[in-house]
């Protein structure tokens, strides 16, 4: 006789404290309470069981020319490691993604390489195709160098007045780097953050809040302060997101690895701010990693010339669910911010944990933190500003039904990719 489902996750620890069995079969979720007949049953017993997290800002690398920092292979194994099972990769690329060829080509190779769910952005600036990046698939526009980064020069007002106008007829979404970048010599994370101030990155959300066209839906990329969180809820209904080492990281407390691997844009604030963002933990709409690999080699360099950005797809959950065990923060606010509402805002299908949503899944241990050193990660980057710090890891990871990550190994399989609304195929990819 033909099992019910294929896999059953026995015993495991719901968020709702139900402890349930949960059959898994085509991908989905088919039942939740005792387990229906099945092929493989995994004993959860002890285990937390979670919907998959939803990180709406990593920057995966890979192509011709990034791989020697993180690649697809590397980066999903990353992602599902640390209990992320869809990853919204950022259009920085070399080169960027302007056009539909390109952000195909990028859609073949995730497919190929990754290991988790993927959706990808379409980049913007003045030469790029909007509209075929839609029909191409692009699930979000941005971010949008609305001030130059690594990887990313400043678009203009007017392109950006022009993209806003289409993005806001394709009823899509607009993601946006915001800062003011002043002249000066950036010697150190001190340095760095005067030359990137808080006051000017909420000055240019301001000024870029002023050409939102009616109806655009927006997005602020990783916000380093209240003032610019308290600025982004006065343009509602733009929404933001706010990034683990904005609240885990400052000048003053970066750990022990030189200054340059914590040098980021937006820059790591005085500790004050960084105390002040968790003060308002409960407005914060969103919280994503903005995973942006260097080696360690790049991030050791004089400290003007290392490339800004800090690897933390596989930490952002277990940072934070460490806060949920210590009680500093409630479960529910967590799922909130990296699940629920990452998804809302894409549009993208994701596990409730109730039968019929996808099995995109992660099962953490209920007590056991562990130190978090860079020699547990998967990153190819090889290094994390919060060695030494609590993590709860995941011990199995579930993507569409698929065990893709279990105690320590990896299943390779396909990417699933996630199209945007605009999705028109061709037949072609
Ligand atoms: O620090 C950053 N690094 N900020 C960005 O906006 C881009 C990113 C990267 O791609 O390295
Ligand atoms: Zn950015």
């Given at each position: 006789m033909s099992s019910d489902a294929e896999c059953v996750l026995k015993g495991a620890l719901l968020p709702d404290g139900r402890v349930a069995d949960i059959s898994i079969g085509g991908g989905r979720?088919?039942?939740?309470?005792a387990a229906r007949r099945a092929d493989r049953t995994i004993d959860c017993t002890g285990l937390l069981c979670l919907p998959g997290a939803v990180?709406?800002?990593?920057?995966m690398r890979g192509g011709d020319k990034q791989g020697y920092k993180e690649d697809w292979v590397s980066g999903s194994q990353s992602a599902l490691a640390g209990g992320v099972t869809t990853v919204v990769d950022q259009p920085n690329t070399i080169p960027p993604l302007t056009g539909a060829e390109a952000f195909t080509g990028r859609v073949a190779e995730a497919t190929r390489d990754a290991c988790c769910r993927f959706g990808i952005n379409g980049y913007v600036s003045g030469d790029s195709d909007i509209t075929g990046l839609w029909e191409a698939g692009?699930?979000?526009?941005?971010?949008?160098?609305a001030a130059a980064s690594s990887y990313g020069s400043a678009i203009t007002t007017e392109e950006l007045e022009q993209a806003f106008s289409v993005i806001a007829g394709l009823g899509a979404l607009v993601t946006l780097h915001c800062e003011d970048v002043l002249p000066g010599?950036?010697?150190?994370l001190a340095a760095h953050a005067a030359l990137r101030p808080e006051a000017g990155e909420t000055a240019c959300m301001e000024m870029v809040a002023a050409r939102f066209p009616p109806g655009l839906s927006a997005h602020f990329c990783h916000l380093s302060s209240p003032l610019s969180a308290e600025s982004a809820m006065g343009t509602l209904p733009a929404t933001y997101e706010v990034m683990p080492h904005h609240l885990f990281l400052s000048i003053e407390e970066?750990?022990?690895?030189?200054e340059g691997c914590c040098k980021v844009n937006p820059p790591v604030r005085h500790e004050a701010t960084r105390k002040a963002l968790w003060e308002m933990w409960d407005a914060i709409p969103v919280i994503a990693s903005d995973h942006a690999p260097h080696t360690a080699e790049e991030k050791s360099q004089p400290f003007s010339e290392v490339p800004s950005g800090i690897p933390g797809v596989e930490t952002m959950v277990p940072l934070l669910l460490a806060e949920v065990y210590r009680g500093r923060i409630a479960l529910s606010s967590l799922l909130e911010k990296v699940v629920y509402t990452p998804a809302h805002l894409l549009g993208i299908p994701i596990s409730?944990?109730?039968?019929?949503?996808?099995?995109d899944l992660a099962l953490y241990p209920r007590q056991e933190t562990v130190k978090i050193t860079s020699d547990l990660l998967h990153s190819r980057?090889?290094?994390?500003?919060?060695?030494?710090m609590q993590g709860v890891f995941p011990y199995i990871t579930c993507v569409g039904g698929h065990l893709s990550y279990l105690r320590n190994e990896f299943s390779q399989t396909d990417g699933l990719w996630v199209p945007g609304r605009g999705y028109k195929c061709t037949g072609a990819e």
């Open positions: 979720i088919v039942h939740v309470g990180d709406m800002h990593v920057h692009a699930l979000a526009f941005g971010e949008t160098f010599d950036d010697t150190s970066h750990g022990t690895a030189p409730t944990l109730l039968p019929g949503t996808p099995a980057a090889g290094w994390t500003p919060y060695e030494g």
